[in-house]
T-cell receptor
Framework: SQTIHQWPATLVQPVGSPLSLECTVE??????LYWYRQAAGRGLQLLFY??????ISSEVPQNLSASRPQDRQFILSSKKLLLSDSGFYLC????????????FGEGSRLTVL | DAKTTQPPSMDCAEGRAANLPCNHS???????VYWYRQIHSQGPQYIIH???NNETNEMASLIITEDRKSSTLILPHATLRDTAVYYC???????????FGQGTELSVKP
């Protein structure tokens, strides 16, 4: 079965510092991969998605970027964090378009101070 | 924009069936309907998905209307542990985008 590993689980960073959240996938190849953010309460905002290596689509203009250097690796980054980047970040992956279960990591809670 | 509409909150008595509705009036023929739930501060958990036929698994049943413009997730015997936010998602064929709506916060009460 597919599993998503995401780390770190918790991160406290000062404003202006860089960020790197990493996500890896096991149990499948060529998954679609997603980064979401949950700022407060519920509501998952799609940040980036990728249908293959080096293919990144950005959903909202922001201070963040994403990269997919390998088929099963998805990285969320920032050069300089803002207070508004605080939130709960989730990596998700799925199989072929329109089919299959979607798998989520356990999330990374980022607090920017 | 999310392509699904759900009520923001619902209550259900423990042991009774919870019926969570979702509208997806712009769904196209090859798009699936997925249901997930999220317990506070955890990653979403897959529940069930379907295309046009009704589906049932050990967790829930999914009823999709014949025109596919709406669906209902049914938890047959809700327990306190079913208290969570439930998301109805339409998985697009084009571009791989997976968009969540605001979900329904289900509170199961004793």
């Amino acid at each position: 079965s597919q599993t998503i590993h995401q780390w770190p689980a918790t991160l406290v960073q000062p404003v202006g510092s860089p960020l790197s959240l990493e996500c890896t996938v096991e149990g499948t190849s060529n998954p679609n991969l997603y980064w979401y953010r949950q700022a407060a309460g519920r509501g998952l905002q799609l940040l980036f998605y990728s249908v293959g290596i080096g293919q990144i689509s950005s959903e909202v203009p922001q201070n963040l970027s994403a990269s997919r250097p390998q088929d099963r690796q998805f990285i969320l980054s920032s050069k300089k964090l803002l207070l508004s980047d605080s939130g709960f970040y989730l990596c998700a992956g799925g199989g072929a378009l329109g089919t299959g279960e979607l798998f989520f990591g356990e999330g990374s809670r980022l607090t920017v101070l | 924009d999310a392509k699904t509409t759900q009520p923001p909150s619902m209550d259900c008595a423990e042991g009774r069936a919870a019926n969570l509705p979702c509208n997806h009036s712009t769904i196209s023929g090859n798009e699936y309907v997925y249901w997930y739930r999220q317990i506070h501060s955890q990653g979403p958990q897959y529940i069930i998905h379907g295309l046009k036929n009704n589906e049932t698994n050990e967790m829930a049943s999914l009823i999709i209307t014949e025109d596919r413009k709406s669906s209902t997730l049914i938890l047959p015997h809700a327990t306190l542990r079913d208290t969570a936010v439930y998301y109805c998602i339409v998985l697009y064929n084009q571009g791989g985008k997976l968009i969540f709506g605001q979900g329904t916060e289900l509170s199961v009460k004793p």
